[in-house]
């Protein structure tokens, strides 16, 4: 096993889930459950089978486009997110909600 991988993967998902929607989602679900095991498998399980999809489509995208290209891509699909989200006014992003 790639022990750097798995850690640093581990590292990366770790701070990018804090205080995501499913880790609230989670918070809610756990409050409000009769078995908090039940609500921990769920997620869980729900997580994994989301990360297998990401990690088999990456491994078939990979071998298919070239890193840098799928690296650009991504690259300008979070800078056009970010400038369009900071074009808006906060009053028309409250109006959408």
Known sequence: MDWLSFVFSFVVVFFSELGDKSQLVAI????????????????????????FFGVLLGSRLGSLVPFNVIKGI????????????????????????
Do not use: D, E, I, W
């Not at 809610?28 to 039940?38: C, M, Y």
């Not at 991504?74 to 909600?97: D, E, I, R, T, W």
């Open 28 to 51: 809610t679900l756990g409050s409000n459950a009769r078995s908090t095991t039940a609500v921990f498998l769920g997620v869980a399980s729900g997580l994994v089978c989301t990360t």
């Open 74 to 97: 991504a690259a300008m699909s979070f800078a056009f997110m970010g400038f369009y989200l900071l074009s808006q006014s906060p009053a028309s992003s409250v109006k959408n909600s």
